[in-house]
């Protein structure tokens, strides 16, 4: 089998694919090249997409002793992910644009070029597991698990997906890359969003969407207790940054509860105003099992490394709706609800779909 | 392994692998005044004069070098500033637009650093210069210009440039004229007194002799402001200790490829016509990029409409045949050749392209090699390349 290793140039993916090979299939290494212009995203160790990283990957390529190409995705992944970022808060909401990234791009983009070239499936370094029975399961280290950003991945596409380390903790690669002789064995881990080289979302999304100013208004009386310089700069939860000019009567912290990008109004209120039990989700993939015709009990997870809470999920055509058991704070629109079955051998992903309110 | 990238570099010829490792075994620095130190200068000098002589120079214009981004950037700005330091006025260069990078790059640097003004030549469809151009150029900006440099021929689609036509048109104005005669040596006759030029680029890894060493050829009426200071070596335009086993493996495989030269040339121009009607032949929609007749021997350059050129690459490489999508790596993703955007590709044909070079290596068994693996990729190539969002 000839299977596409995607190598970013970090442990993980340098891990998997010397693990695929040993697994038997004919491994190519593909470093993906997102960035338009590569000075302008995170460098060094920190990002995901810069000359430094694709030569890491390209050594661990020659550790391992497969074929390494560079793919030029910048084009498409300007368009799907960071394009769709901006949309996406400058609409309110709170997009995830690694999860975006896997659904339209690695498992999209590339894994249609590699079936296309002759390719029979792709193999990435995400922390969890996709066993013979094809239920995608966390991984066994709970602490790095990436379930939640690969539960929109339909059918189709797990099956060509290959996740050789869903059975290892981060401290155990880290142990084979050293062992295996990969330079990137203590290479430190990618953090943010790659595509914001100073880690500043608010100055990237204040670049492209422009100053809008506008109010804070609190939610119980109705009173404008601050301005902003553009709605899209918050998330729904945010309590920092707010500056607000009048404190709350009762002297609480107040919370962003709800922005409103028609009347350009950020709605901030008390914690418990957070507080939600009812989430309503659109675009629902379902891979755990048949689709459900009855609400099912499930546990549900509604953002990435949130807690997990217990709920009962409703599929329906279109739409997902959730009874969470115990309210959550700060469910934000954007974001996706992945509905998970416990199991002792790695929960398992049954759905996800992204929330709407 | 069917090796179809020769322009990118040739295997050393054995003859020079063999001069290089004798040479390497004696100790000396051809600068030390010993007797191992003159053994080394002898050998320096002796290789000079076989390099002279294959390439119709005077031993004292030969300035060796450490290969051939070093020669021609040693052409273009030493040239440049030494020129414009005599009369300031004298701040224009002219170039080409298909020019490989090494020339491209260090005259957009003295255009972004040294206030250099830059007159671009275009090319036809074919990719070949126009001399009146040049002519009209050179009219237009009378006593101004430092430098003209102008490829002796294409490393990507091998078009051949009227090199003597053009050499004269400078000399009627007595403007230097630097060639880029890179893949040009040991491919077609080239002669430094006879082409009329006044500086030219050499190297050795592409006619079968080592990586990193190379030549200038410069007029002795040329001044040069050297890039490398220090011992001043090399006729004090170049520093930096002499790489005897080097130079004497050099000159070894310049006189070989130049001896060699018309032989070599009917062989793989053979084979290579061979290649492109069987390619032709396995993919009819094929066009064939660079001048039909004036164009490098080993040199086959194509667009494949519907498909990306690294994508045929990768489906090649797997199947043991190693070409080049021709064009510059920046940051390791491939740029769409400038050299055919020149020519008048758009984007997509140029990004379709891939060029095939032979060599001395080359058999009759790398083109089947290809011919058998080409459809495959092309059809595979095409489906991948059908699901590009549109640009």
New interface residues.
Partial sequence: MRVLAAMSGGVDSAVAAARAVEAGYDVTGVHLALARNPQTYRTGARGCCTLEDSRDARRAADVIGIPFYVWDMAERFHADVVDDFVAEYAAGRTPNPCLRCNEKIKFAAVLDRAVALGFDAVVTGHHARLGPDGLLRRSVDLAKDQSYVLAVLTREQLDRSIFPLGDATKAEVREEAARRGLAVADKPDSHDICFIADGDTRGFLAARLGEAPGEVVDALTGAVVGSHRGAYQYTVGQRRGLHLDRPAPDGRPRYVLSITPKTNTVTVGPAEALEVSRVRATRPVWTGGERPTAPIECEVQLRAHGDVVPAAVTLEADTLHAELRRPLRGVAAGQAIVAYRPDPAGDVVLGSATITG | MAYLDHAATTPMLDEALEAYAATAREVGNASSLHAAGRRARRRVEESRERVAAALGARPSEVVFTGGGTESDNLAVKGVFWARRDAAPGRSRLVSSAVEHHAVLDAVDWLAAHEGAEVGWLPVDGAGRLDPDRLRAELTAHTDRVALVTCMWANNEVGTVQPVAELAAVAAERGVPFHTDAIQAVGQIPVDFAASGVSALTVTGHKLGGPTGVGALLLARDVPATPLLHGGGQERDVRSGTLDTAGIVAFAVAVEAAVKGQQEYANRVAALRDDLVRRVRKAVPEVVFNGDPTDRLPGNAHFSFPGCEG??LL??L??QGIACSTGSACS????QPSHVLIAMGADDDRARSSLRFSLGHTSTAADVDALIAALPTAVE??R??A??R?P?
């Fill in positions: 690294d994508a990768l489906l490489d797997a940051a390791g993703v491939a595979r190539a489906r991948a059908a699901l969002i640009r």
